[in-house]
């Protein structure tokens, strides 16, 4: 009886919608909510015994925007879009506003979780370890040679690099992130009693090394950029 109910109140809907009193998104989430009510879907039978229909994908956020930077690696930040995404999920668009205000929303979150995995988390990772400031900067230096995490991580940065030199959003993001990272470098070259201005080019020496082996990741064998680490690190802690 309720999903009667239901689908005469989507009709309902949907004669709205053609009469033009119900906007076209607020009509999908109306539908895609009472469809998912009770586990009813359109089209389901209430007769005992019949088939049930089959589960109803369950995504969350971080589902959209996995997929999102999924797409925005492999293609460009122009398809990522709604139903690009919907698509590849295998879902309605509707589903997508239940989440996200607009495709704004989700480009913003998209930099925001790169933001966190990639600077915020690993900076606290590192002042978590306690460990000493040169040894700090040596586990920094070695950031781009550790396997596929560093290369798929180094692949959604370069990504994030190109969609900021056309998108103002995304090129504020970037100038934060690479002011934080200088930023933390910098005080570990204080603490092993660098000046300010010493510190600074030290960490400037160190960022620009760590982006540079992101850019060149298929120059050299590993012996050579084992050998390059090295030379930076000795140039960068001489001194101290």
């Known amino acids: 009886m309720?999903?009667?109910?239901?689908?005469?109140?989507?009709?309902?809907?949907?004669?709205?919608?053609?009469?033009?009193?119900?906007?076209?998104?607020?009509?999908?989430?109306?539908?895609?909510?009472?469809f998912a009510?009770?586990?009813?879907?359109?089209?389901a039978?209430?007769?005992?015994?019949?088939?049930?229909?089959p589960p109803k994908i369950?995504?969350?956020?971080?589902?959209?925007?996995?997929?999102?930077?999924h797409v925005l690696v492999d293609q460009s930040i122009d398809a990522v879009r709604v139903d690009v995404l919907a698509k590849l999920l295998k879902v309605t668009r509707g589903s997508f506003y239940w989440h996200f205000k607009d495709r704004n929303d989700l480009l913003a979150r998209i930099l925001t979780r790169?933001?966190?995995?990639?600077?915020?988390?690993?900076?606290?990772?590192?002042?978590?370890?306690?460990?000493?400031?040169?040894?700090?900067?040596?586990?920094l230096l070695s950031l781009p040679s550790r396997g596929r995490v560093a290369r798929d991580t180094a692949t959604i940065e370069l990504a994030i690099r190109a969609w900021a030199r056309?998108?103002?959003?995304?090129?504020?993001?970037?100038d934060m992130v690479d002011a934080k990272r200088l930023g933390y470098i910098q005080q570990c070259f204080v603490h092993l009693g660098c000046a300010e201005v010493e510190a600074q080019s030290r960490a400037f020496t160190v960022y620009g090394y760590i982006i540079g082996e992101s850019l060149l990741s298929a120059q050299g064998t590993e012996a050579q950029r084992l050998a390059w680490r090295h030379f930076i690190e000795r140039t960068v802690l001489a001194g101290i």
């Open 37 to 43: 009510m009770d586990g009813f879907t359109t089209g």
């Open 166 to 174: 056309r998108d103002e959003m995304a090129r504020q993001a970037v």
């Open 2 to 34: 309720r999903g009667a109910l239901q689908g005469a109140e989507s009709r309902i809907a949907l004669g709205l919608l053609r009469c033009g009193a119900l906007p076209s998104l607020e009509l999908a989430v109306l539908i895609e909510h009472d």
């Open 45 to 53: 039978s209430d007769t005992p015994g019949a088939e049930a229909p």
């Open 114 to 139: 790169w933001r966190d995995a990639a600077t915020e988390r690993v900076i606290q990772r590192f002042e978590d370890s306690g460990d000493k400031p040169a040894n700090l900067v040596r586990d």
């Open 58 to 69: 369950q995504l969350t956020p971080a589902d959209w925007i996995t997929a999102a930077t």
